[in-house]
């Protein structure tokens, strides 16, 4: 016949002991706990520890836990009479010791408990008996080392009736004073994600986490192309003071990716006048953002970093650092020197000798004064 827990005889007291062991180690650091509990002939707790044993082997925690029952049992005048352990070896072990070698890491735990027993024993008055319990018999001592291994960093005592955390649930389920759970409802396997008779996929309309109000000359060309980069999307404008080319622009994308800013804030950095001096264009009301100021920066980009209050990293880039090269290179008109007047400088010939004959022998000193020239 099935039971949950049995009541010990009358004037006793019976301890259960459990042990638990995982291997990620818990919010405390713990990867192995004991919990002990001692009941009374009418099912009640008389005293109950529970906490960390994580340099003892299973055997030893388990070992340690009935120890400290008998321990505060003969301190109180209580009679230990069944101990009850789910750990099938400790059982076998403490029932067989005089006839099997106990490990060397056990003996001193098996020494402590059976002097304990030994100079305690009453003949007639003291039995000690131990029982191996399978799982469910054994649940409220294995709640225990679940709860002193997720809330304690050391063996803690408990003595007295009082329950800690969920514990009276056990100890009433014990004394079959609550009712079972139901049935675990199976749900038939319907394959991969498959729904028989399922109703029609709704559509989802989720709300944007920063609302963009678009105007109406926008609202035409929603399904425009916008560049991949993003550069200063959703810009609307009410009443626009600047148009900006291409439009829209201006963020309206979740953080994670790109912050958001309100179209408002490149108004008041165009409005201020600040980007002048990068470059004229950001004077103009019709700005076009694709305009090129500066090595590789665009109009849009400046604006962009300028936002993000982060153009201070590109301002390097946009500083001309070679004034009379680029002199050079906007110019559009190049004089040079003529070559016979480069010749007559060099100290090759006369410039005023028109007779200069055009042979063979001259022609590395026209080349010669021809790359002066262009220098």
């Not at 062991?21 to 001692?38: D, E, F, R, W």
């Not at 649940?139 to 005592?157: I, K, Q």
């Not at 109703?199 to 105007?215: A, D, I, L, V």
């Not at 900006?244 to 309100?262: D, I, M, R």
Request: charged share 20%.
């Amino acid at each position: 016949m099935e039971h949950l827990w049995e009541i010990p005889e009358s004037e006793t007291v019976k301890i259960n002991v459990y042990c638990v062991v995982v291997q990620h180690p818990s919010a405390y650091g713990n990867t192995k706990s004991i919990g002990a509990l001692m009941r009374d002939e009418h099912g009640g707790k008389v005293w109950g520890a529970m906490g960390p044993f994580n340099d003892f082997t299973e055997e030893q925690a388990i070992m340690a836990g009935i120890q400290s029952a008998c321990i505060y049992a003969q301190e109180h005048d209580l009679k230990v009479t069944h101990i009850e352990t789910s750990h099938h070896d400790v059982f076998e072990l403490i029932r067989l010791q005089k006839h099997v070698p106990i490990p060397e890491e056990q003996l001193e735990a098996f020494r402590l408990f059976n002097t304990v027993h030994s100079n305690n024993y009453v003949e007639g008055s003291t039995d000690r008996r131990i029982s191996w319990v399978p799982e469910h018999m054994n649940d409220a001592a294995r709640y225990m080392a679940e709860y002193g291994l997720e809330h304690f960093s050391n063996f803690v005592e408990i003595p007295g009736p009082q329950p800690i955390g969920n514990l009276q649930f056990f100890i009433d389920r014990d004394m079959g004073m609550v009712i079972a759970n139901p049935e675990i409802e199976l749900l038939p396997n319907m394959g991969l994600g498959e729904v028989v008779d399922g109703p029609p996929p709704q559509t989802m309309h989720c709300k944007r986490k920063h609302p963009c109000h678009f105007s109406s000359d926008l609202m035409g060309d929603m399904n425009s192309a916008f560049p991949a980069d993003g550069y200063l999307k959703d810009l609307a404008l009410s009443p626009p003071s600047w148009e900006l080319n291409p439009n829209p622009w201006v963020y309206n994308q979740s953080a994670a990716v790109n912050p958001a800013f309100k179209s408002a804030a490149a108004v008041e950095i165009l409005e201020s006048g600040s980007l002048l001096h990068y470059s004229d264009v950001f004077g103009d009301k019709n700005l076009d953002l694709e305009v090129h100021v500066a090595n590789g920066m665009y109009a849009k980009d400046i604006l962009h970093h300028a936002v993000l209050d982060t153009l201070g990293m590109f301002e390097s880039k946009l500083v001309d650092r070679h004034p009379f090269i680029a002199d050079i290179v906007r110019s559009k008109k190049h004089e040079f020197m003529p070559v016979d007047t480069v010749i007559s400088l060099m100290g090759l010939k006369d410039g005023s000798d028109s007779t200069v004959k055009d042979d063979d022998s001259m022609q590395p000193v026209k080349k010669k004064a021809r790359r002066a020239a262009n220098v």
